[in-house]
């Protein structure tokens, strides 16, 4: 009942559901997904990747959201999902993203040319697409000119079943000084931004950045150590925030119960970073011996995103990347393989990490295993170490019993042939089928 106030005189008003229209009745909503009791999995081959063995005809019992058992028979009156020919796995976990906006454009007024309501419906199609790939969780690396934290509400909305996507977890800001790598304002001088919240040129303004981001929700604090190649300003080999505002940053975030990821391509930048006490590095592109022992000493993570500056020096330019932009990329990819291989000499600990397009989120298990990981190996990455970095194994990162039922099959052996892990045909994530290619033909 509605009322209707016309002079002194107030006077209800009924609404009648049958005959008024769609957009005055009540919004229903969506009815829950609707999970069988139990299913049993048959699983081709199973692959442990913590030992690498694989073995045949496993039975993965699956009731809920949860693994009950991992072997045996298939009980009595469960349904069956056959995956026989197929090497199942558990869900992907890409640790090092950016989700939000067109990933296709790559110009530096990209985020400045698109509303923020846009950028995140961007990001539900781009977390579909993840999902599709088998990429059952994933680490928002913080997002450009993201000061509506549409991340956060997109973390939010996966949880609450309100979109199909991964499980998330999330950066604030890029937390940059002006004119750094961080810093979206590229419009000419009387053209300016006002301050961006992500903008910190001393200690105590870091306090205040970082402060910002743990208000709206963020689980990470991303520092911008160093320049970078996606903005047409930057140097990449300059050291950008200093060790005193990281090590600020990284004070207050774990305080907070926070962790921080520092984007770090130059030398002195990477070193800095792990000195200042940061749990992650990103893409760690000019690591030296120096900053690789560095890392290992300290069990800092290494997310190494290999795939997108290789394939950025070919096709950026084609996708709008700015002039500069395209320089520095062609720059630093000789740069980009001595320095992964310093961090496998050393033993430093790497989470996989694609850092753009979702389509091509599957696509850095081969740039791995070219720069010179096993596929075991670069199989881990995605899984139990990407679940260790985020604080996520008691949930996900291997297929045992009492873990999510996160799970993929896909086509061939990707221990013999890694571009198997492009061919996924089918995913589960917590118990729900979100991709079942098996009865089509392969």
Known sequence: MERLIAGNVVLPILFVALGSPAWAQAAVPPAETQRPAKVAIKAGRLLDVRSGQAASGVVILVEGDRIVSVGGAVPSGVSVIDLSGLTVLPGLIDAHDHIMGDLKDLSSTAALRMSAPQAAIWGVHNLQVMLDHGFTGMRDACEDAGWAYGQVALRNSVAKGLIRGPRMTVAGNCISLTGGHGDEDVLAPDRALGRLPNIADTVDQMDIAVRHDIKFGADWIKLMATGGVGDPTSDFRVQELSEAQMARAVEVAHRAGKRVMAHAEGTEGIKAAVRAGVDSIEHGT???????????????????????????????????????????????????RSGFERALKHNVRIAYGVDDDADYVSNEFGALVRGGMSPLDAIRAATVNAAELLGWTKDAGTVEAGKLADLVAVDGDPLADIDAMERVVFVMKGGEVVRNDTARPR
Do not use: Y
């Open 286 to 336: 000019c690591l030296d011996e120096e900053g690789a022992a560095l890392l290992a000493g300290r069990g800092t993570w290494l997310v190494p995103t290999l795939e997108t500056f290789q394939r950025g020096a070919v096709v950026a330019a084609s996708l709008g990347a700015d002039a500069a932009s395209v320089t520095k990329m062609k720059a630093i990819l000789p740069m980009q």
